[in-house]
């Protein structure tokens, strides 16, 4: 293969195509997403994983992983390139796993129609994974977990709002709270087909990181859970004074408004992969709210100083309310407070501000 190099990652020493990452790679593989395969191998663990498949395997980085690090005894490695196939036959035969590895050369929907049900179904495309849903989703068991990623951003994050709406059958939401509600709108997309198949599709854990969102979700069957999921799925209104998310008859959505975080899951891969985003959502995991305070946003607008963020979480927490950062974006806080606490805390920092600040007038004098 030209253009390769040889990569570590984890346990395993894999090769590759290296350079600017794009579709058209020898053998993809993008060191970046190295935290999203970090994430699944616990996953894995967590649910005691022993079969499963990648379907669009690239180098064969996570299959291996798997292999290696998260207890898997058996993975599906499929991916249509030539060269993968033969990137993934030699990644194997390197890390010494090749008889738990079954390595299969076609169409990632085909390889679904001809796979056995299995207990973890692994989606991780170039672009939208939407050609693939109605087949995994036909094929992951009862109790499985279903792992998808969507690295077409602009249309879910709201800048492309008519092709959300075509591809995701919702309205997304153009502000600071865009990415929470892509995850939820992608959520409720994977749950809608779902149901078809009488499949609830229960997220348990979930994240934003930099060009792709990504969800894993458990399947249980049963019209009776199914229902359940469905009902909540929401419209929301935004309101632009208390910059809140509200359910209610609106143009945003429908959502998934349900948890988008297992906080038992979230706390367990929090304390094995200890990494500021991972530690971030385990204590968001905490708190069950629709969106968060942007505090930029509304110091910007109401023309305040910005107080320090952990200052501003203590304040809440003494007040009784939960509060934490979120992974989101740098300059939110996700609270159970209502925006007129959060008001009253924001107007305390700027109280006290001012006070100092003439109390220094004074002595200048």
């Known amino acids: 293969m030209k253009e390769t190099k040889w990569h570590n990652e984890g346990k395993a020493k894999i090769i590759a195509s290296f350079g600017k990452i794009n579709s058209s790679m020898q053998v993809f593989y993008n060191p970046a997403m190295k ?16 079969e499963g498949a990648d379907i669009l395997a ?30 993934i036959k030699i990644n194997s035969t390197k890390n010494k ?19 056995k ?6 989606i991780d495309p170039f672009g ?5 849903l109605d087949s995994a989703i036909k094929k992951i068991g009862r109790r499985g977990i279903l792992a998808v990623t969507a690295t077409d951003t602009a249309p879910l994050a709201g800048t492309y709002p008519k092709t959300c709406k075509r591809k ?25 087909i779902g149901a078809q198949y009488e499949k609830a599709l229960t997220p348990v854990y979930s994240h934003s990181t930099m060009h792709y969102y990504r969800v894993y979700l458990k399947c249980e069957k049963g019209k009776t859970k199914v229902d359940e999921i469905i009902k909540q799925h929401e419209l929301c209104n935004y309101d632009k004074e208390k910059e809140e998310l509200k359910t209610s008859q609106g143009e945003v959505g429908p959502i998934w408004t349900g948890k988008i975080w297992d906080e038992e899951i979230s706390k367990s891969i ?11 959502i385990s204590e968001e995991s905490k708190i069950h709210t629709l969106g968060y305070y942007d505090i930029h946003e509304i110091c910007s607008k109401t023309k305040r100083q910005i107080p320090p963020f952990e200052s501003i979480i203590q304040q809440l927490v003494k007040q009784g309310y939960k509060a934490t950062r979120t992974h989101f974006t740098p300059t939110g806080i996700r609270t159970n407070a ?13 109280l006290e501000r001012n006070r100092t600040q003439s109390e220094l007038e004074q002595f200048r004098i």
């Open 270 to 280: 929090a304390e094995k992969i200890r990494e500021n985003m991972t530690r971030i």
């Open 338 to 350: 209502p925006y007129e606490e959060m008001m009253k805390c924001l107007s305390l920092f700027s």
């Open 35 to 50: 935290l999203n395969r970090d994430i699944s191998i616990e996953i894995a663990k967590h649910y005691k994983i022993k």
């Open 117 to 122: 049900t299995l207990e973890y179904i692994d």
């Open 97 to 115: 796993v090749s008889k738990k590895i079954i390595i299969s050369q076609k169409p990632a929907t085909k390889f679904l129609e001809e796979i």
């Open 58 to 87: 690239g180098s064969g980085i996570r299959s291996v992983r798997l292999v290696l690090e998260g207890g898997v005894e058996k993975m599906y490695a499929n991916d249509i390139n030539e060269n993968a196939s033969r990137a």
């Open 168 to 192: 995701y059958w919702a309205a997304p939401l153009r502000n600071h709270l865009k990415h929470e509600v892509a995850i939820r709108i992608l959520i409720r997309k994977i749950q809608l």
């Open 128 to 132: 939208s994974p939407n050609q693939f």
